[in-house]
Each structure stands twice: as structure tokens, then as C-alpha cells.
């Protein structure tokens, strides 16, 4: 049963459901969501703003980067930060719009439509929603979606599988009463944001542990997920 948006505009929305989305730069809204907007980062997505700005680790960090260790959450959470503009806009917008478009972050491809996957054991169950802002026009016309395609349209797919194994790890069960140690909190942060120094680390023969399991992935596609799991083994060894 297809139910309406809440206050805030997100409404369910079946894997089957469509919806009519398209955004360009004709729209009277064009780059409005790119201010005014807390855009929260995924490990992956660190991969793409180093590709995009050619910075490493530190420099990224220190120039677009805000992490916060929220007591609510078992590792620190990380936030792009945003120019103070009178208008909180992103760094890599102008007039023309997204500045580092092929690299954009998940958050901003997936968008209008939210996905999260739920681990069932090894089954992985999706739900999406549709968030409907008013401001957004893009819903006046274009092209019907199904969830699962329009995010595949926006190069999703590999990206989700990355993203998917951090979830796995962060939904096992022992998550709920876990508090990790400062230690285990640079830890994640190096394995899953810092892939470029975790890299360097692995070569340098650091994480014994990591190497036994097979030889470090070439890609950052690969070393994520492994590196996830990896985390999995290192703070629950026992499960
Ligand atoms: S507000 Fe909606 S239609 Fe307008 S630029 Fe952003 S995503 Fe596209
Ligand atoms: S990264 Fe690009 S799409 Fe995302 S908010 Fe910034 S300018 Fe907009």
C-alpha cells in the first residue's frame, strides 16, 4: 500500500513503485539542493572527492572534511563542509552546477530516492523512499523510474555494494552495545575513509591480519568491502 510524504516530504516507495523525476539545468530550482544542505558521507564516498580533488587523505580532511565523534554513534561521522557563503553551499557548486559531477558523492546521485539495506543474516532485504521537498521541481516531467533503476542510472550500483558492506558490519548484532575505544574509532576511520593511507600501511606491511586473508585488493572498490569485514573479524573476534 503506497502511503503519502510525511512532514518532510519522504515517503515510502516499493521496489516495484514509479515515479517521474528529472533534474537539468532548465529547472527553475537548478542547484538549490546543492545549498542549504547537511551532506552527510559515506566511507565510499571519500574515494570519489580524492579522485575528484586529487588531495590525499590529510589534505581532503583539512580542507572539505567535518567529523564529528557523536556519542550516539560507535564510530565518527563525517559531514562535507560547506561554504560560508550567506547561503551554506557546497564547495564544488556554481552557476554552471555540480563541479565534480562524475564524482559526486552517493548522497547526491541517489537523490530523490533513499535506499537502505537490511541484513537478515546473509540475506539483504532494500526499502527505499522518495523524498518529494518543495523546492525540488524535478517531478513536474521525465522519465518513469523504478528505485532500483534510476539509482543504477546514476552509477549507484558498484557504490551501494561498498556502502552495503559497511552496513552489514555496523548491523551486526553485537553493534548495539558496542563502544569503541579511541583506538578502534582511528582504526575505522583509516580503513573505510582513509583508503589511501590504509593502502600504504597494508604495503608497509602494517594489519598482518588483513594481508593473511590474500594479497591487498588493487582497487578501492575491493579493499573496502574486505576492509569492512576485516573490522568485523578485529572487533569481534570471539563472534
Ligand atoms: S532541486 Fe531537484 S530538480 Fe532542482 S536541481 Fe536539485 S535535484 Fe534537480
Ligand atoms: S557535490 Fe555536487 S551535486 Fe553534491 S551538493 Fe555539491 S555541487 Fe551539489
Not at 525540488?136 to 533503476?149: E, K, M, S, W
Amino acid at each position: 500500500m503506497t502511503t503519502g510524504p510525511d512532514m518532510n516530504g519522504i515517503m515510502p516507495l516499493a521496489a516495484g513503485e514509479t515515479f517521474r523525476f528529472a533534474c537539468h539545468r532548465g529547472r527553475p530550482c537548478f542547484t538549490e539542493c546543492c545549498r542549504m544542505l547537511e551532506l552527510a558521507l559515506h566511507p565510499y564516498d571519500f574515494v570519489l572527492l580524492r579522485r575528484a580533488t586529487g588531495l590525499d587523505s590529510p589534505k581532503l580532511f583539512e580542507r572539505f572534511i567535518i567529523e564529528e565523534d557523536d556519542r550516539r554513534y560507535p564510530f565518527p561521522r563525517h559531514y562535507l563542509a560547506m561554504v560560508d557563503d550567506g547561503r551554506a553551499s557546497c564547495p564544488f557548486v556554481d552557476a554552471k552546477g555540480c563541479q565534480i559531477y562524475p564524482f559526486r558523492p552517493a548522497a547526491c546521485r541517489s537523490y530523490p530516492v533513499g535506499r537502505a539495506a537490511l541484513f537478515h543474516g546473509q540475506a539483504v532485504e532494500e526499502r527505499f523512499v522518495l523524498v518529494r521537498e518543495e523546492h525540488c521541481r524535478g517531478f513536474a516531467d521525465g522519465a518513469l523510474y523504478r528505485p532500483a533503476d534510476y539509482l543504477a542510472e546514476q552509477g549507484l550500483t558498484a557504490i551501494n555494494r561498498c556502502h552495503d558492506a559497511v552496513a552489514r558490519l555496523l548491523q551486526r548484532p553485537e553493534m548495539r552495545t558496542f563502544t569503541a575505544s579511541d583506538e578502534e574509532k582511528r582504526l575505522y576511520v583509516l580503513a573505510l575513509c582513509q583508503t589511501d593511507l590504509f593502502r600504504a600501511r597494508l604495503q608497509d606491511g602494517d594489519f598482518a591480519d588483513f594481508t593473511a586473508a590474500g594479497p591487498v585488493p588493487a582497487s578501492d572498490e575491493e579493499l573496502l568491502p574486505r576492509a569492512a569485514a576485516w573490522l568485523g573479524r578485529k572487533f569481534f573476534p570471539s563472534s
